[in-house]
């Protein structure tokens, strides 16, 4: 496998140079801080720091529900094979406007870094396309943000990015970890302007 | 899709969920739900969501929740030993969700792997913070819908329609 030169708290700016019309869905940990320092942790944004597996599921039941929003689950290796049967649950309904990004850095970075599955054998694109996911991509490097960023917008939904980044922090942002005052704060807003 | 039956309990439970803008209905297959499945697949305004494990049930329904939509859960007594960990932003979050358990490993069963989950399920589910709404006998169905949806969705709790073994009848082993 070619080693990765990407860095995380790089990433996800350039594959959405613009959010508008995105609702956000992250899971827990790094790609949750990833994910709030992208959108200044907006209303826009629905994050995790538990419940472990549960983003993509979430970011299709919104993805069901408000088939005019664009929804983008932001994801890590670890929760994703947690679940990663949801991948299947995706591929049977193919939610045109669900874009899944996985930040896969081959480890459990929150807890101290201990190596995962994909470090080893495990390619969670091949999973993707082996699920039915209609759109799939792997990205290495910070040349291939760009095309990242074009197959976000461009490829048939459901579309899943994996981006395959260097062991490192995360985005160093805090963010609201109340998750009821975090579901209003999100309801509100997409409910004032739908 | 089979022709009505004359007690078709699950066409009235289904009417109940329509009726509420329900829209949709996420499963793992049970003999249980399996009309209701069939109901929810012929109907513009509910879609089926297949899944592979009971807990994706649980973050669709919060997703719907996020968007201002309703969606339920239908599961068999077994796959609620899959959810607890998800039911962490059910209950931090206060999302209104509603589970659908049909039950195996109470009255009449015959198997006795059913057992373990049978007995935990109900406990389990509490022990979580949902409200149980239970369905003994085909008199208790209209009510227990009635009150597990008004809990559910205009109360905001969580809430789990239980449609017992002695309600459903047990699945015969030869």
């Not at chain 1, 995790?48 to 993805?63: H, I, K, Q, R, S």
Request: aromatic share 6%; with cysteine.
């Amino acid at each position: 496998m070619t080693k990765p030169t990407l860095d995380r708290r790089e990433i996800l700016p350039q594959l959405f140079p613009s959010t508008d019309g995105y609702l956000f869905i992250s899971g827990l940990a790094g790609p949750a801080r990833d994910a709030a320092a992208l959108t200044g942790d907006s209303e826009k944004l629905y994050t995790m720091a538990g419940t472990m597996g549960a983003a993509v599921c979430m970011g299709l039941g919104v993805a069901l529900s408000a088939p005019e929003s664009k929804v983008a689950v932001i994801t890590g290796d670890g929760e994703l094979l947690m679940n990663v049967g949801s991948l299947a649950t995706v591929a049977s309904l193919q939610p045109e406007n669900l874009s899944i990004v996985v930040v896969d850095n081959g480890c459990h970075g929150e807890t101290g870094g201990q190596p995962g599955h994909t470090a080893l054998r495990t390619d969670l694109e091949k999973m993707a396309e082996g699920a039915g996911i209609a759109s799939t991509m792997t990205i290495t490097s910070p040349d291939e943000l760009a095309d990242g960023a074009k197959f976000l917008q461009d490829a048939t939904g459901p579309r899943i990015l994996v981006a395959r980044v260097l062991y490192g922090p995360p985005s160093d942002f805090r963010r609201n970890l109340d998750p009821a005052a975090c579901r209003l704060r999100f309801r509100n807003s997409y409910l004032a302007t739908a | 899709m089979t022709e009505p039956q004359p007690n078709d309990w699950s066409a009235q439970l289904f009417d109940k969920l329509v009726e509420a803008d329900v829209s949709l209905l996420s499963y793992v297959p049970d003999a249980g739900n399996a009309r209701l499945v069939e109901l929810a697949e012929a109907h513009n305004d509910m879609r089926p969501i297949l899944l592979t494990t009971e807990e994706e049930g649980v973050a669709i329904c919060a997703g719907a929740d996020l968007v201002g939509k309703r969606a339920v859960l239908c599961m068999q007594s077994s796959g609620v030993g899959n959810c607890p960990n998800f039911l962490s932003f059910v209950k931090g979050g206060r999302f209104p969700i509603l589970m659908v358990v049909s039950m195996r490993g109470d009255y009449g069963e015959q198997n006795p792997w059913q057992y373990p989950m049978g007995e935990a399920a109900e406990p389990i589910l509490e022990a979580m913070g949902m409200l149980i709404f239970r369905v003994d006998t085909p008199d208790d169905l209209a009510p227990a819908t009635d009150a597990a949806l008004s809990a559910t969705f205009k109360g905001g709790q969580a809430s789990v329609l239980v449609l017992s073994q002695r309600f459903l009848g047990a699945k015969q082993f030869k």
